[in-house]
């Protein structure tokens, strides 16, 4: 279960009601470099601990992930924005379907959150790591996903914003599909479109 209370945050299996399992991702990136796209060291500004801090809570959650890149990852344009019926304070998250409805992936954004919060909460995931995706840190969260096709992401936005991630492949594409790398896709294309934190 993915839970938000007054102590913390705590990771098993769940994302805002939605299960999720993965595995490790090879070939991270590794550095901050601008998430805008231009491919230059990033030097963190003086009021923030992360690079190029993006502010993607202020967006609707259904906006996050942009249509062309939604189609490019063989979903549909629009996602579905759906609460989390476990915890209604929780925000509520948006999902985006394959035309066939067997794939899925979903974005969460989440304010007064660090990333540090989800170091310590490894939970039963077969794989915990720290890694750097688009120039930022992040958290991936997985366990097997050529057998059950999920993977997650947490990703810090700025000091105190996080943005989850699901990607869930259906049953016939597992082995042609790498649902950590959808989910890695998603932030890449999404990231440089989210506006910057002030």
């Known amino acids: 279960m993915f839970s938000i209370g007054q102590s913390g945050v705590r990771l098993s299996g769940f994302l805002v009601g939605i299960s999720f399992v993965g595995a490790a991702l090879a070939g991270c990136a590794v550095g901050a470099q601008d998430p805008n796209g231009s491919g230059q060291a990033a030097p963190a ?3 923030s601990s992360i690079p190029y801090p993006k502010s993607p809570s202020t967006m609707d959650v ?6 062309q890149a939604a189609e490019s990852m ?6 579905e924005k759906k609460s989390n019926r476990l915890d209604p304070s929780v925000p509520p998250h948006c999902s985006w379907k394959s035309p066939d409805g067997g794939t899925t992936f979903s974005f969460d954004a989440f304010s007064g959150r660090k990333i540090e919060q ?7 995931a077969r794989t915990f790591e720290k890694v ?5 840190p992040a958290v991936l969260s997985a366990d097997a996903p050529k057998q059950d096709g ?3 992401y947490f990703w810090a936005a700025n000091d105190d914003e996080v943005v989850g991630s699901v990607a869930q492949v259906q049953v016939s594409e597992r082995q042609t599909k790498d649902p950590c790398e959808m989910a890695k896709k998603a932030f890449e294309m999404s990231a440089p479109t989210w506006p910057a934190a002030k």
């Open 74 to 79: 063989g979903l549909v344009p629009q996602g």
């Open 118 to 124: 989800y170091y310590g909460n490894p939970d039963n």
């Open 62 to 67: 259904c906006d996050l992930l942009p249509a």
């Open 45 to 47: 500004p003086s009021d």
């Open 132 to 136: 750097q995706l688009v120039g930022h």
């Open 150 to 152: 999920t993977c997650s």
